[in-house]
């Protein structure tokens, strides 16, 4: 029992770190991870965004990994990258989790 605590203690600080590298890069406004249904894991935004743009993105990586598979079902997303005159927003679609990007 002891090693499985240390164990997820080991994968929970990978994840964190993991989280810091990313929203260090230049230009990196934010970091967003949800779970496949969506509901917050954590955010480097205030709770409200990150709410909001985690449910948002969660149903657009939906579509958009519906969509990838309809075009050809051996296929699947890795990547959502969309662009705007402001922003960049990339959505890292995971087993468990869809990582969001701003």
Do not use: C
């Not at 080991?10 to 967003?32: L, M």
């Not at 969660?58 to 005159?85: C, H, Q, W, Y």
């Not at 402001?86 to 087993?95: Q, T």
């Amino acid at each position: 029992m002891n090693s499985l605590n240390q164990k997820m203690n080991d994968i929970h600080h990978e994840f964190e770190e993991t989280v810091k590298r990313i929203q260090s890069h230049n230009g990196v406004d934010g970091v967003i991870v949800v779970n496949n249904n969506g509901d917050l894991i954590t955010s480097t935004l205030d709770m409200r965004s990150s709410v909001s743009y985690g449910e948002l993105m969660s149903t657009l990586a939906e579509n958009a990994i519906g969509f990838v598979r309809n075009l050809d079902p051996s296929n699947e997303l890795t990547v959502l990258r969309m662009g705007s005159k402001r922003r960049e927003v990339l959505v890292a679609p995971g087993k468990f989790r869809l990582n969001i990007f701003f």
